[in-house]
């Protein structure tokens, strides 16, 4: 037993090491676009359409659209109501933007990418910004947005927002989703136009209109779950560049009341990511169970010195990988030392995930259940 532990200790320090050490830096937060110094300025945004599904988002929508109208002049933007049942169209209606009605998705389709799809139809400016309803957008970043996308010739910019942290499982889960996302798409490597990576976060994408028609989006990713990542994908498979950031001035307020609230939002695409693959999830877990429990504490379970220099190296290089994005959320250090658990936790909610799959589910959101397909099975 001692040499099985051993030798899956240091494979998880040799991983720990790699991430490390990797020349596109995964865990880096160098990516960032935030607004100019000049950012109360108001600029013209005739060029832009903005394109919100909404889907019982009452609680939100008025903020957002409030700070969207706020960042200038001449911003086209169009709520598409996906069969609310609540005040989300009244709301969005009182702040003078346009609405569409949507209509049930057809079937295969997921309830977000219809809308978006009937949205599109409506667009007729150079850019389109695909905006979640619960985004708000500082003074200035669409400005930033745009300056980027047209200084290095981006068909795509994406930006991830910055999560709220406020409660305790949002302190302990909400950084180490931000980490993970980073390690499985490394955002060096998805902004290289010579690398096969793509990457892009949904709640916040400036894309150009003539590519997403040109790609026959969303049409050609109708029933993705990890649609923003697909969508980045098929535009950088296309032939045209793309980039993926982080910033402090796109902010989602859709908080996480508890633990099953964060754990459910993973597990409607967790296992999706390992491609519904038993054998993926398999080397998952041996991975994290090496990575977070036989390396960083074999040292305590054991005194030998090949232990102990194996935890010693592990906990190093887990602290130093895990401190940027702790910074970027203005978050304690000390977090770093409940990585362990907050991997396992993770982990949990990918078998989660399995077992909903296996069960003939692949997703639940907003009311609506999404079945496995038969040829999924």
Known sequence: MAILILSMAVA???????????????????????????????QLFNDVTVLIPARNEAQF???????????????????????????????????????????????????????????????????????????????????????????ENLSLLSVMARLPVQR???????????????????????????????????????????????????????????????????????GFKTWIGLSHAVQSHRGYDNLAAIWNTVARTAFTQLRYSSLLLFLCTLIMVSMFWCAPLSAIIYTDTVFVVSGALTWLAMLVVYMPVLGFYRSSLLWGIALPVIGTLYLLMTWTSAIRYWRGVRAQWKNRRYEVAEHDS
């Not at 969005?92 to 799809?117: C, F, H, M, Q, Y």
């Not at 931000?178 to 690398?195: G, Q």
């Open 168 to 238: 305790f499982s949002e302190r302990l889960l909400v950084p180490a989703f931000i980490f993970f996302f980073k390690l499985l798409y490394p955002f060096k490597l998805s902004n290289d136009p010579e690398s096969r990576m793509a990457a892009a976060a949904g709640g916040c994408i400036l894309v150009e209109t003539s590519v997403l028609k040109s790609i026959n989006a969303f049409t050609s990713i109708h029933n993705a779950l990890i649609d923003d990542c697909m969508l980045a994908a098929q535009v950088k498979q296309a």
């Open 12 to 42: 998880g320090t040799l991983c720990w090491w790699s991430i490390l050490l990797a020349p596109w830096r995964a865990w880096s937060v160098r990516e960032q676009l935030e607004p100019s110094t000049d950012a109360e300025v108001k």
């Open 61 to 151: 929508i008025d903020h957002t659209l409030s700070k969207l109208q706020a960042q200038g002049e001449g911003l086209r933007i169009i709520v598409i109501d996906d069969q609310s049942e609540d005040q989300t169209a009244v709301l969005a209606n009182r702040k003078g933007v346009e609405i569409i009605s949507g209509t049930t998705p057809p079937p295969g389709w997921s309830g977000k990418l219809w809308a978006l799809d009937q949205g599109l139809q409506q667009v007729r400016t150079r850019y389109t910004l695909l905006l979640d309803a619960d985004i708000n957008l500082s003074p200035g970043i669409l400005s930033a947005l745009l300056n980027r996308a047209q200084q």
